[in-house]
């Protein structure tokens, strides 16, 4: 069963422009992940946060985390066309996903 | 290398088939999944080997049946599938349970 939400659904952008979701949590965690997906085929890995972490940076993307909210973030600053894809977080030592954002980014 | 490769890439099978799908990684890596992915939906968790042997079996139907045959390798057997078992099925490796997986590209399964 799905761990959270993740919100918007689905999010059209302009190239240059940011890009952020949302996820939100039920239980506890050690840490969360945030992953990328395009057109259905494998998942590639973008970032690990720890619960002790509040922020976090690789690149153009930041992630949040707020354990009391039992919410995270992902924030892609200057978005591309290659950018265009679903991102899905995950939590747990066995992933469990979030029902994931559709980003479309339009050159 | 540092990949997860899946075959085949698209299958094709009727209700009373037998096939296989098969995941390999050469990262050595000591846990190994298979997830289950319906169009639009995140990923759903099948089955987990950690150092070769079955750790979670998420109450899948027994007409899948995985097999690790060595540390490398990952095996999904298919009988008696129904149209609605057609979805991607992903696998996934990590250096051991609760690590940072890594995923194949997936199979595409359709179920006549």
């Known amino acids: 069963s799905q761990q959270g939400e993740e919100d918007p659904q689905a999010l059209s952008i302009q190239e240059g422009e940011n890009a952020t979701m949302n996820c939100s949590y039920k239980t506890s965690i050690n840490n969360l992940q945030w992953y990328r997906q395009n057109s259905g085929r494998g998942l590639v890995h973008l970032i690990l946060i720890r619960s002790n972490e509040r922020e976090k940076h690789s690149g153009r993307l930041r992630v949040t985390l707020d354990t009391s909210k039992k919410s995270s973030s992902l924030l892609i600053t200057a978005s591309r066309a290659a950018d265009t894809a679903s991102y899905f977080c995950a939590t747990g030592d066995m992933l469990t996903f979030g029902g994931g954002t559709r980003l479309m980014v339009k050159p | 290398d540092t990949e997860v490769t899946q075959t085949p890439k698209h299958l094709v099978m009727g209700m009373t088939n037998k096939k296989s799908l098969k995941c390999e990684q050469h990262?050595?890596?000591?846990?190994m999944y298979w997830y289950k992915q319906k169009a639009k939906k995140p990923p759903e968790l099948m089955f987990v080997?950690?150092?070769?042997?079955?750790?979670i079996n998420e109450s899948v139907p027994s007409r899948f049946s995985p097999e690790c045959p060595n540390s490398s390798l990952l095996n999904l057997h298919l009988h008696a599938l129904q149209p609605e078992d057609s979805a991607l099925y992903l696998c996934?490796?990590?250096?051991?349970?609760?690590?940072?997986?890594?995923f194949g590209p997936g199979t595409r399964l359709l179920v006549l």
């Open positions: 996934a490796s990590s250096p051991s349970a609760g690590e940072t997986q890594y």
């Open positions: 990262m050595g890596h000591r846990a």
């Open positions: 080997y950690s150092y070769e042997k079955l750790s």
